[in-house]
């Protein structure tokens, strides 16, 4: 099992900026993949960016491509998302999510762990 806990959300003004921050616990040697999702009010989750873990590699949604940018830090299991250009549109609950194989296009099986999600509240 794997933990995660997200933290870093609040209010921002469009254009701000705004890091959102996890960490995870647990056997975090098992996992493959972290990363975030949203949903927004009435909307489906959705993905927004991820990361190999143990690897290379990141992965943007492309309505977010551009402004937001991933990053970890193996050695404290630390997932960030850096979050550029604040639009009103980004507001949403951001989840945490980790797993044991990608997360990204074309996969469609959720993460095996989730946060309990923090909020973003972009005004225009």
Known sequence: ????????????QAGASLILSC???????NMYSMGW????P???REFVAAIVWSGVGTYYAD?????FTISKNNAKNSLYLQMAALKPE????YYCAAANG???YPITTPPDYWGQGTQVTVSS
Request: no cysteine; glycine share 16%; charged share 20%.
């Open 63 to 67: 309505s977010v491509k551009g402004r």
């Open 23 to 29: 960490v995870a616990s647990g056997r975090t040697s």
């Open 1 to 12: 099992q794997v933990q995660v806990v997200e933290s870093g959300g609040g209010f921002a």
């Open 37 to 40: 999702f949203r949903q927004a």
């Open 102 to 104: 990608p997360m990204w």
């Open 90 to 93: 980004d507001t949403a609950v």
């Open 42 to 44: 009435g909307a489906e």
